[in-house]
């Protein structure tokens, strides 16, 4: 039977098994990303439409059939086991962000400290992309902004090689949001070092912002070095008087992400993943 080309119909074909394939983390049922930046990333795939090809894209995921993925700034390439002897070669191309845009979102994302704390944390702030408008670009790229190519002979893009790529991608921007900078042109260790050069000349901060400074320096530099700005120490007032009120910090285990796991460490969940729950249920007494 031949392949026709209406109605998202394509002639059944069984793909070759693939050992120590990348097996997409997120099961049958279950909708792909953790959190909010990586869900944000499968919106935009799933926006192109083609819903047969994302389904089959999905259990490619699944099934480990994408042999590996290499990021680099504004590439990623990888290799897709289908039904043929050799494996398909996928190319996502993402335009990146020029150097003058990314010293305008840099500027704005140093005057708050907590972004940084949060990144370096693995996570991304909730209102990082208000920091790109800024420069008037997105983080997130456009579907114009974003160019695929497989070597398979399928006419659509994307094709479920490249949508496999895709959902895995998704899964390794819950892992480390790091990734999505990279695709759009800057390194971790570049936003990181522009930061601090940039937080080094941001004016001292309000008494209000103290702490939130303070838990950025710690996670940044590991030291606290603002500790003797702080106003508790020039307390003039009794000590019976004084009130303290307990919160949940503003970055979750940002101490524990930012030291990440342990050398030789070989479990499948990471450390901070593992204490999680025994850090909310101490939260909760």
Not at 182 to 206: C, I, W
Not at 229 to 242: A, G, V
Request: with cysteine; glycine share 6%.
């Amino acid at each position: 039977m031949g392949r026709y080309y209406y109605d998202n119909y394509y002639t059944p074909s069984k793909p070759k098994p693939v050992k120590d394939g990348i097996k997409a983390k997120t099961k049958q049922g279950k909708s792909f990303g953790d959190t909010w930046w990586s869900k944000k990333w499968i919106a935009l795939l799933e926006s192109f439409g083609w819903d047969t090809r994302l389904q089959r894209g999905r259990s490619y995921a699944r099934k480990g059939q994408v042999v590996d993925i290499n990021i680099k700034k504004g590439i990623v390439t990888s290799s897709v086991q289908g039904s043929q002897p050799k494996p398909y070669k996928v190319r996502i191309e993402m335009k990146q962000i020029s150097d003058k845009d990314w010293d305008k979102a840099l500027n704005a994302m140093s005057e708050q400290a907590i972004f940084a704390a949060k990144l370096l944390a693995g996570e991304m702030p909730n209102d990082i992309e208000d920091a790109f408008n800024s420069a008037r670009v997105s983080l997130f790229p456009s579907k114009n902004e974003i160019e695929t190519d497989c070597s398979c002979p399928d006419w659509a893009n994307p094709c479920k090689h490249i949508a496999a790529v895709y959902y895995l991608l998704g899964e390794r921007f819950d892992e480390d949001p790091f990734f999505i900078f990279l695709l759009r042109g800057r390194s971790k260790d570049e936003v990181m070092e522009m930061l601090r050069q940039r937080r080094s000349t941001v004016a001292q901060p309000s008494e209000k912002e103290a702490k939130v400074e303070i838990a950025a320096v710690e996670l940044i530099d590991g030291t606290d070095e603002l500790a003797n700005d702080i106003s508790f120490w020039n307390i003039k007032e009794p000590l019976d008087k004084l009130q303290f009120k307990i919160s949940d910090p503003e970055v979750s285990m940002g101490i524990v992400k930012r030291l990440g796991n342990p050398p030789g460490w070989n479990s499948k969940k990471s450390l901070s993943e593992m204490l999680e729950p025994y850090y909310e249920a101490t939260k909760a007494m």
